[in-house]
């Protein structure tokens, strides 16, 4: 059981329980302090005067409605024995008229408030909302459901083991709500049918469970919570939508991994983007976030997740310290290679001069090399002087440049090189405020490929449904000799043109008038590039996407993973 439920309250707010500190219960549990309340049951620490050990007790008067139901949850729960959840030591009603569950003690902070002060790495998000899916499964086995995980019913102790309260009794408690939420989570097709039999009944509860491990993740991985109104969000804001759609982890957070923003949609999407398959159980949760890891940009976390905190005095049930920040495993390190040793010295005769076969034989080889190497050269440029033109293969699997004027099989100049892009930003000239998710652009030139720029979702029509496009401005800084553009995108097919701003331009153009077309390519593929029929001085690009890939049934997104300018060295 945990301190904090909806409304996180202490003393002074539970007219429903006549318990003070002093009381005893059952002639051996001594209340001591008021932890908190859950659902105007009162949350206690106590002492076993018997065992002489902390313990935490749940309490609320037998006379209320919920007390039966509550308790008998409290006992159905001891069917699971997974030791994250915290176990149930004892459950009564006596003659002073107390309802009261008594539970194990644990030192450990409550999950909503490490994320109060600020979101987890991937990793350690990742296995903390595995260990409750692993819990989970365990209790799905024997036929029992939480039905009201939230941050606020997950606990993390100092060593990072996790402890879950509340299985069962929160929801007969608070279920009020919650109850709504199997019919809306296990009928696809937007229908508000409640379950009509039993299988049906269990089957909805353990879909609750799943989504919400979904939403555990997404607040692990942004410290928002995406939750609604049926479950408490433990103070944490809520979490972004756009055109009603909840945006993804990697679209509200930079460095979120493109495994971990994965598996939130696996489990959030309705249905999941790409159609990948939904997570319809807690041991596909669990299975899938094993395959999770950081970025190697964010192995070294200047926020560890579990460093500090506020004082959580339930389920955390103990005063709590600041934990150490933990190092990446072994297994991430960047590999450390051995110093190279010098050679041996060459072997000296007795007048302390090199042996004079071993030196004719040493220079005989850098001889024998260096001819090599020449004839090599001379093989190259007369294999690259009498091949001529690069044919046309069809079904080749990179797209075939176009250049400006739309002809295929244009060959780039001699020493050409990737450019450096010194900004990107997105560039939407017909959209309200000329912009689409500008925080993400920057990530279309990291030079990373879990990073992504993503438009704005489009509905019924890859082209936009009227607008001519949208795209990406790249800055060059300067004026620099560009020869054309790859692009990688994360989902296809995209069709797009890439254009220049004429030289001499020294401010970034709003509009495509005025520039000048480079080449582009319809339906493109995942890796696709254009080159220009000659060099082109100019400053800035506009990569313009024109036709935009099916995310699901009438969604489309287009996904640019990242573009690289190439271009004669100055």
């Not at 109850?179 to 296990?186: G, V």
Request: charged residues 20%.
């Amino acid at each position: 059981m945990g301190p904090e439920g909806p409304g996180e309250s202490a003393a002074g707010s539970l007219d429903a329980t006549d318990v003070h500190p002093g009381d005893v219960l059952a002639g051996r549990f001594r209340v001591e302090d008021l932890i908190g309340e859950v659902g105007g049951s009162g949350v206690w620490r106590a002492t076993d005067e018997v065992l002489n050990r902390s313990v935490g007790v749940q309490e609320l008067r037998a006379t209320d409605p919920r007390a039966s139901g509550f308790l008998d949850a409290a006992r159905a729960s001891t069917a699971v024995t997974d030791p994250r959840f915290l176990r149930v030591l004892d459950v009564a009603d006596d003659e002073a008229g107390h309802a009261y569950v008594v539970r194990e003690w644990a030192r450990a902070v409550s999950l909503a408030a490490l994320l109060r002060a600020g979101p987890m790495s991937n990793r350690r998000g990742a296995g903390v909302v595995s260990e409750v899916a692993a819990a989970v499964d365990a209790a799905h086995e024997v036929g029992r459901t939480h039905r009201r995980l939230d941050p606020t019913t997950v606990f993390v102790k100092d060593s990072g083991a996790v402890r879950i309260s509340g299985l069962g009794t929160d929801y007969a408690l608070l279920g009020g709500v919650a109850a709504q939420q199997p019919a809306r989570a296990s009928v696809a097709g937007g229908a508000r049918l409640a379950p009509r039999t039993p299988v049906e009944i269990v089957e909805a509860a353990e879909q609750e469970d799943v989504l919400a491990l979904g939403r555990l993740l997404y607040a692990c991985l942004v410290a928002r919570w995406p939750g609604g109104s049926e479950s408490s969000d433990g103070g944490l804001p809520p979490a972004p939508t756009e055109h009603g759609r909840l945006l993804r982890p990697r679209q509200v957070r930079a460095g979120i991994s493109r495994e971990a923003d994965t598996v939130c949609d696996q489990v959030l999407g309705r249905p999941p983007r790409h159609h990948r398959p939904p997570l319809r159980s807690a041991r596909d949760v669990a299975q899938a976030l094993a395959l999770v890891g950081d970025d190697p940009a964010a192995l070294h976390d200047s926020q560890p997740s579990l460093g500090g905190g506020e004082h959580d005095p339930f389920g955390g049930l103990g005063a709590f310290g600041a934990l150490p920040q933990e190092p990446p495993p072994p297994a991430l390190l960047p590999e450390v290679r051995p110093a190279r040793r010098n050679p041996p010295p060459a072997a000296v005769t007795g007048s302390g001069a090199p042996d004079p076969p071993r030196a004719a034989a040493g220079a005989r080889r850098w001889v024998w090399l260096a001819v090599l190497c020449l004839l090599g050269v001379l093989a190259v440029t007369a294999y690259a002087i009498t091949r001529g033109p690069e044919p046309d293969v069809a079904g080749s699997a990179r797209s075939t440049p176009t250049t400006s004027a739309g002809t295929p099989g244009q060959r780039e100049p001699r020493f050409a090189a990737a450019l450096p892009v010194a900004s990107a930003s997105s560039f939407d000239p017909q959209g309200d405020d000329g912009t689409e998710h500008e925080s993400e652009a920057p990530a279309a030139v990291d030079g990373l490929r879990d990073t992504t720029w993503t438009t704005l979702e489009y509905y019924g029509d890859p082209e936009m449904a009227g607008k001519d496009g949208v795209g990406l401005l790249l800055d060059l800084a300067q004026e620099r000799q560009v020869t054309g553009v790859d692009v990688r995108f994360g989902a296809e097919p995209t069709s797009y043109q890439v254009f220049t701003a004429p030289p001499g331009t020294t401010e970034p153009p709003t509009t495509l008038a005025g520039l000048d077309r480079l080449g582009g390519q319809r339906d493109a593929g995942l890796e696709s590039a254009v080159t220009g029929s000659t060099p082109v001085l100019t400053r800035y690009l506009v990569l313009w996407l024109t036709s935009l890939p099916e995310e699901s049934p009438g969604t489309y997104v287009g996904v640019v993973d990242e573009v690289s300018p190439r271009g004669l060295a100055s």
